[in-house]
């Protein structure tokens, strides 16, 4: 465990990058570092992420100093202890929509006296060699991050009283599975969606903490930021998808 840096970002509610990796291939890991973002978003939800392939991203982003934080599959309690034990700084929770989820989450996530979260000289721990596990404890409890994803009606009434609980850092709107509980799935620009958004963002904005968003291609980084937001995410694949097809297109046309 190491000072993490993104955490005072965090609280200092300064803008922030990251970049979701879906797959594991440490290099991509190592060029967002090199490139400048903040932490990694790395995604064992939707992406083909196991705990084993994550500690291998997870070297390779304190390689290049950027912080590396997982989407995990679910909030279990078990799961979450998995990709904790492997050296992720923090932990993005999906699906949760009430208080009571989040305060469960959190429990998950750190240690006695704040939580449950099982204890031994695992990786994050440094295998127990560089100090007590009683001071280990009290750095994790400190350190670590857990960001929510607001993705349904649900969550988005309850974001209060989610943002309320001690131990959650921020949130993070996720319009795709929102516009399916909104019932206009895939239409992000839907004015029910648009509707959430606007509560969304004044709501976190009132909570004191950070909220952000993921930015699709074609979307300004900086009319986010004129709203508020200072959680900014793109995606490796979004990434190389837009600059391949310019290029291609670019090759076409001569």
Do not use: W
């Not at 319009?175 to 239409?187: A, F, Y």
């Not at 004044?202 to 300004?220: D, F, H, I, Q, W």
């Amino acid at each position: 465990m190491y000072k993490n840096p993104l955490k005072e970002k965090l609280q200092q509610q300064v803008p922030i990058s990251g970049c979701m990796v879906q797959a594991c291939v440490p290099s991509i890991v190592e060029i967002c570092g090199l490139a400048g973002f903040d932490f990694v978003f790395l995604d064992a939800e939707h992406g083909a992420i196991s705990p084993k392939d994550c500690e291998e991203l997870v070297r390779a982003a304190e390689v290049r100093q950027t912080i590396p934080l997982v989407r995990v599959p679910n909030a279990q309690p078990d799961t979450i202890l998995r990709f904790l034990d492997i050296g992720a700084m923090g932990i993005i929770l999906p699906g949760i929509s009430t208080r009571q989820e989040a305060e469960q989450a959190v429990r998950a996530v750190k240690y006695y006296p704040q939580g449950m979260r099982g204890l031994n000289a695992v990786r994050a721990s440094d295998f127990g060699m560089t100090k007590p596990l009683s001071e280990y404890v009290q750095e994790a409890n400190k350190e670590t991050i857990v960001l929510t994803i607001i993705e349904n009606t649900v969550a988005i009434d309850n974001l209060a009283d989610i943002l309320a609980v001690d131990g959650i850092d921020g949130a993070i709107l996720g319009t795709g599975d929102l516009s399916q509980s909104l019932g206009v799935p895939g239409q992000g620009k839907h004015q029910k969606v648009l509707a959430a958004t606007r509560q969304f963002i004044e709501v976190g904005l009132a909570s004191g903490k950070p909220v952000g968003t993921v930015v699709r291609p074609g979307e300004s980084v900086q009319e986010y930021l004129d709203m508020g937001l200072t959680l900014l995410i793109t995606s490796a694949n979004s990434l190389f998808g837009s600059a391949a097809k310019s290029f291609a297109s670019a090759v076409r046309k001569k």
